[in-house]
Nanobody, 118 residues
Framework: QVQLAESGGGLVQAGGSLRLSCAAS????????MGWYRQAPGKQRELVAL???????NYADSVKGRFTISRDNAKNTVYLQMNSLKPEDTAVYYC????????????WGQGTQVTVSS
């Protein structure tokens, strides 16, 4: 069983930056595909970025070139560096862990609010 805890959300002006962190505990972090999702009010939860166990990354088109996902297996932590933030990035951001096949979710974090003001 793995537990996830996000941090780093907050209020930022458009054009600014934030870095989200997700600390994992309870299992072997390096075995999991890690991802960030977000959910804006009235909208479905959507994938923002994924990073595989080997470091391969994938991004939603809406964040390509602005967001960077990374992982530090020694610290059991995955990060989301968000630059050039836009008001439409406002959402609750959730950390997610999947099994090595990337098809089965094993854990969600509690979420952290990101608000971008115009």
């Amino acid at each position: 069983q793995v537990q996830l805890a996000e941090s780093g959300g907050g209020l930022v002006q458009a054009g600014g930056s934030l870095r989200l962190s997700c600390a994992a505990s309870g299992s072997i972090f390096s075995n999991f595909v890690m991802g960030w999702y977000r959910q804006a009010p009235g909208k479905q939860r959507e994938l923002v970025a994924l990073i595989s166990t080997s470091g391969y990354t994938n991004y939603a088109d809406s964040v390509k070139g602005r967001f960077t996902i990374s992982r530090d297996n020694a610290k059991n932590t995955v990060y989301l560096q968000m630059n050039s933030l836009k008001p439409e990035d406002t959402a609750v951001y959730y950390c997610n862990a999947k099994d090595v096949s990337a098809t089965i979710t094993v854990a969600w974090g509690q979420g952290t609010q990101v608000t971008v003001s115009s």
